[in-house]
């Protein structure tokens, strides 16, 4: 990859944000990569329990690279029209599939955010289940700027954190607020100094690393259909979810290991 890498330390993984000369803002080389990535990583996830997404150098990513609007360079995309028939609704949720799998993948993905957060940037984090904000962050989605709308989930999940009239005043202003408001309005779980953010990450990271696999797949379906379905169907989600928890190795060793007061050791079965 030219725009990314992927770092592995035991079953934590850091996803790093590669283009630190331009803030890491995001091209169509690097959302293809993400998107490629993600396809990997759902297909076979490896030891992979907790996933932290940061920027290289002082941004977490300053959003879309504005030479994406002027060069007319682009990737040449294989599978063009398969998921509509306009080819603008088809580029678009081609590229919404670099994000939509932060969402959906069976292990916990946790921005790390620092310097912007903005746009497309901003963006990625909100895909993620969890959020890190180093204060003096700034953010925001600033697609009004460019006289389009935030497309890669922004109108989606923003308002699932802060509430559809905070989301509209945000993205109808293109306001850009700063993380200590962004962390009073519930835009991101935790605030802490530029200092702390890396070793938050990784402490956030490596404890929920260390919880029963199966489990946490299971909890971040469940917790995700919250959102999305009727409760009805939410509560399905949660007992299927359970069903594979209950017979599982994982299980046993959990009660295992509180019998014997030692730490427990899962292998994802």
Do not use: H
């Not at 600033?142 to 005043?169: N, S, W």
């Not at 402490?203 to 489990?215: D, S, V």
């Amino acid at each position: 990859m030219n725009t990314l890498r992927l770092e592995r330390d035991g079953n934590v993984a850091r996803l790093v944000l590669a283009r630190p000369e331009k803030l890491n803002s995001f091209t169509a080389e690097m959302w293809d990569e993400l998107r490629t990535l993600g396809q990997e990583l759902l297909a076979d996830p490896g030891d992979i329990r907790a996933l932290i997404v940061i920027g290289e150098g002082r941004a977490f990513s300053s959003g879309i690279d504005t030479s994406v609007f002027t060069s007319g360079a682009g990737i040449t995309v294989p599978d063009a029209g398969a998921r509509d028939a306009n080819p603008a609704v088809d580029m678009v949720m081609r590229t919404q599939e670099a994000y939509s799998w932060l969402e959906s993948a069976p292990f916990a993905t946790i921005a790390a955010v620092r310097g912007y957060a903005l746009g497309a940037g901003l963006q990625t984090a909100l895909a993620c289940d969890l959020r890190i904000f180093a204060r003096g962050t700034s953010v925001g989605l600033l697609e009004f700027k460019y006289g389009i709308i935030p497309d890669l989930g922004g109108t989606q999940r923003l308002p699932r954190l802060v509430g559809p009239g905070k989301a509209k005043e945000l993205i109808f202003t293109s306001a850009r607020i700063d993380a200590d408001e962004a962390y009073r309005i519930g835009l991101c779980e935790q605030l802490v100094s530029d200092e702390e953010l890396d070793e938050t990450a990784e402490k956030l990271a490596e404890t929920i690393a260390a919880q029963p696999p199966l489990a946490i797949a299971a909890a971040k379906r469940a917790v995700n259909a919250a959102l999305d379905e009727r409760i009805v169907d939410g509560l399905r989600i949660e007992a299927e979810g359970q069903a594979t928890c209950l017979p599982s190795d994982d299980m046993k060793e959990a009660i295992a290991a509180f019998v014997e007061q030692r730490a427990p050791v899962y292998r994802n079965r």
